[in-house]
């Protein structure tokens, strides 16, 4: 019998989680607890529709032309799709068959021989480097930093090209010495192509109220043009592509 994984939801023509048109899957199950997180009704590992590696894949395969001609592919993210290691390296395997470029966006927090395996047929990563201070980064994901950092030097060591995401909130993420500190680091990182900021938002607040979870930043306001501008300038420091 096939193994099956636990998908949230899929998105066909998804356009900012890597290049060019990507079919975005959200899989179920995250053991973060990132007080910004937009999508919380993930993080129930029991929740989701079953989906076989082959099932998946024939829904990956019907956007095949649109990801091929804009240079894009299908991206895995969640939720924490490592969670779901051993399926997605059967489901990648499948799409590496059909010739389709392959992404995950994770937190890095999840690290084993498996999650090794499935980067042999993974072509992107996206890691989300929730901040740099382990003090920090424990109060905004309920979990160590250093399990992020460790994983970051195992992509260096294998050359597997890597994408930082940083999610700027004001008055959690937004401390200018922790971000040059960040900058500089990523410096050394030769597979690091490009460091994404992405500006705090609160769409997913509704999930969080649905869910019956205590929403932290109700009322944190999205990051001013002026800040976002002052920490693309210290991001400009790692010598990557901002984006």
């Given at each position: 019998?096939?193994?099956?994984?636990?998908?949230?939801?899929?998105e066909s023509c998804g356009t900012v989680d890597g290049?060019?048109?990507?079919?975005?899957?959200?899989?179920?199950?995250?053991?973060?607890?990132?007080?910004?997180?937009?999508?919380a009704d993930t993080w129930d590992t029991k929740g989701?529709?079953?989906?076989?590696?082959?099932?998946?894949?024939?829904?990956?395969?019907?956007?095949?032309?649109?990801?091929?001609?804009?240079?894009?592919?299908?991206?895995?993210?969640?939720?924490?799709?490592?969670?779901?290691?051993?399926?997605?390296?059967?489901?990648?395997?499948?799409?590496?068959?059909?010739?389709?470029?392959?992404?995950?966006?994770?937190?890095?927090?999840?690290?084993?021989?498996?999650?090794?395996?499935?980067?042999?047929?993974?072509?992107?990563?996206?890691?989300?480097?929730?901040?740099?201070?382990?003090?920090?980064?424990?109060?905004?994901?309920?979990?160590?930093?250093?399990?992020?950092?460790?994983?970051?030097?195992?992509?260096?060591?294998?050359?597997?090209?890597?994408?930082?995401?940083?999610?700027l909130v004001p008055g959690l993420t937004d401390n200018?010495?922790?971000?040059?500190?960040?900058?500089?680091?990523?410096?050394?990182?030769?597979?690091?192509?490009?460091?994404?900021?992405?500006?705090?938002?609160?769409?997913?607040?509704?999930?969080?109220?649905?869910?019956?979870?205590?929403?932290?930043?109700?009322?944190?306001?999205?990051?001013?043009?002026?800040?976002?501008?002052?920490?693309?300038?210290?991001?400009?420091?790692?010598?990557?592509?901002?984006?």
């Amino acid at each position: 019998m096939s193994m099956e994984g636990r998908i949230h939801s899929l998105e066909s023509c998804g356009t900012v989680d890597g290049p060019g048109i990507r079919f975005v899957t959200f899989l179920q199950g995250c053991p973060l607890r990132c007080q910004y997180c937009h999508n919380a009704d993930t993080w129930d590992t029991k929740g989701g529709t079953v989906y076989t590696p082959e099932a998946l894949v024939k829904e990956i395969k019907k956007y095949k032309s649109y990801m091929k001609f804009s240079g894009g592919g299908v991206t895995f993210t969640g939720g924490e799709p490592l969670l779901q290691a051993e399926f997605l390296r059967e489901v990648c395997t499948l799409c590496k068959k059909e010739e389709i470029s392959t992404a995950i966006d994770t937190s890095g927090f999840i690290f084993n021989q498996t999650v090794k395996e499935l980067l042999e047929v993974t072509d992107l990563v996206l890691l989300d480097m929730k901040n740099f201070d382990p003090e920090v980064y424990k109060t905004v994901t309920g979990v160590p930093l250093k399990p992020t950092l460790q994983f970051l030097d195992y992509l260096k060591e294998k050359g597997i090209k890597t994408w930082i995401r940083y999610v700027l909130v004001p008055g959690l993420t937004d401390n200018l010495d922790t971000i040059k500190s960040m900058a500089k680091y990523l410096k050394g990182y030769e597979n690091v192509e490009r460091i994404e900021l992405l500006p705090f938002h609160k769409m997913g607040e509704f999930k969080w109220k649905e869910l019956g979870y205590n929403y932290q930043l109700a009322d944190t306001e999205p990051p001013s043009k002026e800040l976002i501008n002052r920490v693309i300038e210290l991001l400009k420091l790692s010598g990557k592509e901002i984006e």
